[in-house]
């Protein structure tokens, strides 16, 4: 299904959110600001974009024209008011884009406009004889013979170019051409439907001579044709609520248990108040250094992890990890968590699931610009490596925190000792590789290439402990002057790692 794999992009949620047209860019610097992440349609995907809409989401023709052609005639009265602009010429074509002038034409002349309709090749179809049949009896005009271009202008205020929409093949084909000229020269300005037309559906004007809108309606998404550098000073709307909000998310993650997520947060939220988690295909990571600048995480959550995984584009979003943690404790152990992004927002959504759905939270979370500051980390061969039970290592911290500062983690061939000193005396702890390795989790494995003896400042060790509920093992790795590396192995989805500088020792004197 076409839809799936392409078009849920940021445009689209406004579309489907918004009202039945958004202005998305006008004249001066707005436009550039307001145009820049937007997604544009090739003509293939317009074409595949309109089947879908048919086939997969059951929209009737007609349905999608009554929307097209009330956005644009609400465009229009928005950029041309009755009051300056009250006489108006639409140009139809023969096949949709026409269709959307002519509901245009109804609608318009109830803003109050005086229409007239020029419909040079009519296309004997059941639509759009009624939609004729209908402005004839609203009121409209239909114009049977074009003045020439540079009359146009005594008996009318604006024009509406609904000629030609995405199925445009170039050249113009000479029944057509006095319409097209009529558009392009008679110095009014030209509200255009979706396409400018004469355009090239994707490359925009083929000319100098060609058609220069004022106003360009593009209906359900822009085509490329409709970029800043084509459209250049026209204003730019986007009409036409056509897409299921479901399929303007950009960006989708969704685990059975909330409870990893809670639990990932615990590790992190002393440590870092707020943090950018940057989502792509492969999943979520996360970098950054602590609120001091002395230890880094690093946090990586891979997309085949997660139950359910989408991210369209890739985005960065900053969060305030205090406040992502009281959203995490609204949800129970028990729940499915997903979260929520489109593109572009200023905003993430949770929702909270409860096991049999009888119970459906949603908390949305304002996000934060961040500064993005990747440190690369380079792959290091470790002399040292020790895998242990992540529960002993953290009562280990724990209970050598209450002798000193410090902790001194040594790695001999005989084992690994853990020790502290202070004002009450001192604390040493030996580990041994453990003989016969029964229940994995339970092992002590050393590794050694060249003993190594580090000292580290406790506080950082607690602080990484908390993680431990995330991963029954964890791994310290070690070499001389070197950061160590405490890494917990979040099952099946990823990992979370520590960096630690050593403390250099210090001089007593
Ligand atoms: N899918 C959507 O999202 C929607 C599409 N709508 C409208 O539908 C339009 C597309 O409609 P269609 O596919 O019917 O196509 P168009 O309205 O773009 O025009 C096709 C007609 O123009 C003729 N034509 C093509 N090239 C020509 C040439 N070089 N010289 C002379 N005649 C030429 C074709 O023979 C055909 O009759 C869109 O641009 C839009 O305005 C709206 O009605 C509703 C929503
Ligand atoms: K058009």
């Not at 005086?114 to 419909?119: E, F």
Request: aromatic share 10%; net charge negative; charged share 20%.
């Amino acid at each position: 299904m076409f839809f799936n794999k392409f078009v849920r992009t940021a445009f689209l949620f406004r579309v489907a959110n918004s009202w039945s047209f958004n202005e998305m860019a006008c004249s001066g610097k707005q436009c550039s600001e307001l145009t820049r992440n937007i997604s544009y349609l090739s003509q293939d995907n317009a074409v595949a974009l309109d089947q879908d809409l048919f086939n997969e989401y059951k929209f009737s023709v007609d349905q999608l024209m009554e929307l097209a052609g009330l956005s644009v005639a609400t465009a229009i009265n928005k950029a041309f008011p009755t009051s300056s602009y009250n006489t108006a010429l639409i140009i139809c074509g023969p096949g949709n884009n026409g269709g959307d002038g002519l509901v245009a034409a109804r609608h318009m002349t109830l803003f109050g406009y005086s229409v007239s309709i020029y419909y040079p090749k009519r296309t004997p179809k059941p639509l759009y004889e009624n939609l004729l049949w209908q402005c004839e009896n609203f009121g409209v005009k239909i114009v049977e013979t074009l003045p020439p271009p540079n009359e146009l202008k005594n008996q009318y205020k604006i024009l509406v170019d609904a000629l030609f929409g995405f199925s445009f093949k170039p050249p113009v084909r000479d029944a057509l051409k006095p319409a097209l000229e009529a558009l392009t020269e008679s110095e009014l300005p030209v509200c255009s439907v979706d396409i400018p037309s004469g355009w090239d559906v994707e490359k925009g004007p083929a000319s100098n001579n060609s058609l220069k809108p004022a106003l360009l309606i593009s209906l359900t998404a822009p085509k490329l044709c409709s970029k800043p550098e084509f459209i250049k000073n026209a204003r730019h709307f986007l009409g036409g609520r056509f897409v299921p909000p479901e399929l303007t998310t950009m960006f989708e993650a969704r685990l059975l248990k909330s409870s990893i997520l809670k639990k990932v947060l615990e590790a992190i939220k002393d440590l870092l108040t707020q943090a950018t988690f940057d989502c792509d295909d492969n999943g979520i990571q996360l970098q950054a250094m602590d609120n001091s600048h002395v230890a880094l995480v690093s946090l990586s959550l891979r997309a085949d992890g997660f139950d359910k995984y989408r991210c369209d584009r890739n985005i960065s979003m900053g969060m305030n990890l205090g406040s992502m943690s009281k959203i995490l404790k609204c949800a129970g152990d028990k729940d499915t968590v997903t979260i929520k992004a489109q593109d572009n927002a200023d905003t993430v959504t949770f929702v909270f699931e409860s096991p049999n759905q009888e119970k459906v939270s949603d908390y949305e979370m304002k996000l934060m610009n961040l500064d993005l500051e990747h440190l690369g980390i380079p792959e290091t061969e470790y002399s040292c490596t020790i895998r242990l039970p992540s529960a002993e290592f953290a009562r280990m911290c724990r209970d050598l925190s209450q002798f000193g500062e410090s902790i001194v983690i040594s790695c001999t061939k005989e084992g690994v000792k853990f020790s502290a000193s202070g004002d009450i005396g001192s604390a040493n702890i030996k580990l041994a590789q453990t003989a016969s390795i029964d229940k994995e989790d339970e092992a002590v494995i050393i590794e050694m290439d060249e003993p190594v003896t580090l000292t580290f400042a406790c506080q950082y060790l607690n602080y990484f402990t908390k993680a431990t509920s995330l991963s029954p093992q964890v791994q310290l790795s070690m070499s001389a002057d070197v950061p160590l590396v405490v890494e917990y192995r979040i099952p099946d989805i990823g990992h979370i790692r520590y960096y630690l500088a050593p403390k250099i020792e210090e001089d007593d004197n």
